[in-house]
């Protein structure tokens, strides 16, 4: 019982997920063109992972994650950050699309 109650109130922070690490492998980007819109399906885990990776562009909300209004500004500066974020994506819902209409990440 006093185990539980320590576990229960433990102020330790969790593992940090590793699923998004994994996931990474599986995605082959297209080469180099401009990010022309990013955005986020239904699905989000609230895991902070594209946050923690651009925070310039991505924003977690209590119940899910979010691209920030104004952000296009920086998808020029931030391309790597963005397509990390996408492939870093635990349950692949940020998607990528190029100027030329192509998406990302695709699998
Ligand atoms: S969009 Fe993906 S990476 Fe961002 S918080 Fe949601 S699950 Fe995590």
């Not at 576990?7 to 401009?34: E, G, H, I, N, W």
């Not at 399906?41 to 923690?52: P, T, Y």
């Not at 990776?53 to 991505?58: A, G, I, L, S, Y």
């Amino acid at each position: 019982m006093i185990a539980w109650v320590k576990r229960f109130f433990s102020t330790d922070t969790a593992p940090a997920r590793k699923c998004c690490v994994q996931s990474a492998a599986k995605v082959q980007l297209p080469p180099d063109r401009r990010i022309a819109k990013v955005w986020i399906e239904d699905g989000c885990l609230i895991c902070n992972a594209c946050e923690a990776t651009c925070p310039q562009v991505f924003k977690t909300l209590d119940d899910h994650a979010i691209v920030l209004a104004g952000s296009e500004s920086s998808f020029v500066d931030c391309r790597d950050a963005i397509e990390q974020a996408a492939i870093g994506c635990c349950v692949a819902v940020i998607r990528v699309q190029y100027d030329d209409g192509s998406l990302a990440p695709i699998s």
